[in-house]
């Protein structure tokens, strides 16, 4: 059974850093792309990164790009978002997702979903 599980959310001023982790259990994810969404209050879920866990490669939406970085640890079987220079506007509730294949930045497109990870940034 696939899980993923989510963890590292808070409350931080703007201007902080948080790192969330997404532990994932159940198989072999060496050829599954590993993507972060967060869906603000009153806001759809949107695509924050992605990682392609065979070769590494990382996608990011323009939003983030330059502050978040997503990685991950292949001993640990864990994703990591690292969150920096947050902003009030990052406020969200953040999901880990897995899908088999390369990376997309459609919601629909991944299968395993985590529960998720609520980050709140203060102004």
């Known amino acids: 059974q696939v899980q993923l599980v989510e963890s590292g959310g808070g409350l931080v001023q703007a201007g902080g850093s948080l790192r969330l982790a997404c532990a994932v259990s159940?198989?072999?994810?060496?050829?599954?792309?590993m993507a972060w969404f967060r869906r603000a209050p009153g806001k759809e879920r949107e695509f924050v990164a992605v990682?392609?866990?065979?070769?590494?490669?990382?996608y990011y939406a323009d939003s983030v790009k330059g502050r978040f970085t997503i990685s991950r640890d292949n001993a640990k079987n864990t994703v990591y978002l690292q969150l920096n220079s947050l902003k009030p506007e990052d406020t969200a509730l953040y999901y880990c997702?897995?899908?088999?294949?390369?990376?997309?930045?459609?919601?629909?497109?991944?299968?395993?979903w985590g529960q998720g990870t609520q980050v709140t940034v203060s102004s």
């Open positions: 997702a897995a899908r088999y294949g390369r990376h997309s930045y459609a919601a629909t497109e991944y299968s395993y």
């Open positions: 159940g198989r072999t994810f060496s050829r599954y792309a």
């Open positions: 990682l392609n866990w065979s070769d590494g490669s990382t």
